[in-house]
């Protein structure tokens, strides 16, 4: 199978790579030439446009910041839908609205062709070891034709139902995994002003039912005061304003919710889009006149797993 792949940002490049270290037949395309320039020097082939991509390739793959600049790469006059035909495959893996994915999906099987959607989750360091886990919604046939090639870029995979289910899923658990952030920081505020030894803490909250994975990764980076969590404050802001959405489309009122929207706008605001979301902590600290500083955490996280073939859930 010839796999395409467009967009190699934080998440994109380390999927991608999987695929290119596990000798993959690999087109990329991205607007940044240096990365492509990486991935051509390391074997895969680059592609001129979108078009020009899904013309030469079986499944094409996308991985893009935002819903805007995927309909962009779908639909403009050198985009995926014009180099689209029978049989092909098209497999979203932004976090993007379900609503979104349908539509540009409809278009899509009017090529012949078959859309999936198929949001990760687990963080950039699972991503570059193939051990994120990833969500699959649309045709059951289409999915275990590209199974293969998930497992390759993930550890755990499930299909999760129709089109548009997986997006659904990730929104949520993007919420959640914010919620936890934002209550983290709050959790340090006290611990630190109580004097308590920030180490400990963290190994008790690991150990406690407090613990969630966001503490268990995004606390480490935090007390060690890089923040580098390769996720910024913009990305974040879209996805919890997404599952916001949602639940305002469903008719579903929230508390939690707008609350976290409005703080990561002011986290956006404070320290700017492109500061990693992490960042969203030091609000507290800033507030307080603190920080959560303590010793023996790394910079940035790596994944000491060892890299093993996926499966599905």
Same mark, same amino acid.
């Given at each position: 199978?010839k796999?395409?792949?467009i +967009? ?26 240096k990365?492509t $320039?990486?991935?051509?020097d ?11 991509l ?21 639909e ?8 689209? *035909?029978?049989?092909?495959?098209w497999? !979203?893996?932004s976090?993007t609205?379900? *609503?979104?994915?349908k539509?540009? +999906? $409809?278009?899509v099987?009017?090529k ?13 360091h699972?991503?570059a070891?193939g ?11 289409a ?8 497992t390759?870029m993930g ?9 548009? *289910? ?36 963290y190994?008790?909250i690991?150990?406690?039912? +407090? ?6 990764? !995004? ?9 580098n ?7 974040v802001?879209?996805?919890?304003s ?12 929230l508390?939690i919710s707008?609350?976290?929207v409005?703080i ?7 320290? +700017?889009?492109?500061?990693w *979301? ?13 920080n ?13 797993e ?8």
């Amino acid at each position: 199978m010839k796999i395409g792949f467009i +967009g190699l940002g934080n998440v994109g490049s380390k999927l991608a790579g999987s695929l290119l270290r596990n000798k993959f037949d690999l087109t990329v395309r991205d607007l940044d030439h240096k990365l492509t $320039k990486d991935f051509y020097d390391l074997g895969a082939k680059v592609a001129s446009s979108a078009k020009e991509l899904a013309e030469q390739v079986d499944l094409i793959i996308t991985c893009l910041p935002s819903p805007k600049i995927c309909a962009e790469v779908m639909e403009g006059e050198d985009g995926i839908l014009n180099g689209l *035909s029978e049989n092909k495959i098209w497999l !979203e893996m932004s976090t993007t609205d379900e *609503s979104e994915v349908k539509r540009i +999906g $409809k278009k899509v099987i009017e090529k012949k062709a078959t859309p999936l959607d198929g949001p990760v989750s687990g963080g950039c360091h699972r991503a570059a070891t193939g051990n994120i886990a990833i969500f699959v919604g649309g045709e059951r046939s289409a999915f275990d034709k590209i199974l293969p090639v998930l497992t390759i870029m993930g550890r755990k995979v499930l299909h999760t139902g129709e089109l548009g *289910s997986a997006s659904i899923l990730k929104v949520i658990t993007n919420y959640l995994a914010s919620v936890h952030l934002v209550a983290l920081g709050e959790a340090w505020t006290v611990a630190k002003k109580s004097n308590l030894d920030l180490s400990k803490v963290y190994k008790g909250i690991a150990v406690s039912s +407090g613990n969630s994975f966001v503490h268990e990764t !995004e606390s480490q980076v935090i007390l060690n005061g890089s923040y580098n969590i390769n996720f910024t404050m913009d990305l974040v802001l879209k996805d919890t304003s997404l599952f916001d959405r949602l639940a305002k489309k469903l008719k579903a009122p929230l508390e939690i919710s707008p609350k976290v929207v409005e703080i990561f706008k002011d986290g956006k605001a404070k320290y +700017g889009s492109r500061a990693w *979301s992490s960042m969203i902590v030091k609000r507290m600290e800033d507030l307080n006149k603190i920080n959560f500083r303590a010793d023996g955490f790394p910079e940035e996280l790596v994944d000491d797993e060892v890299e093993q073939k996926g499966y599905e859930l």
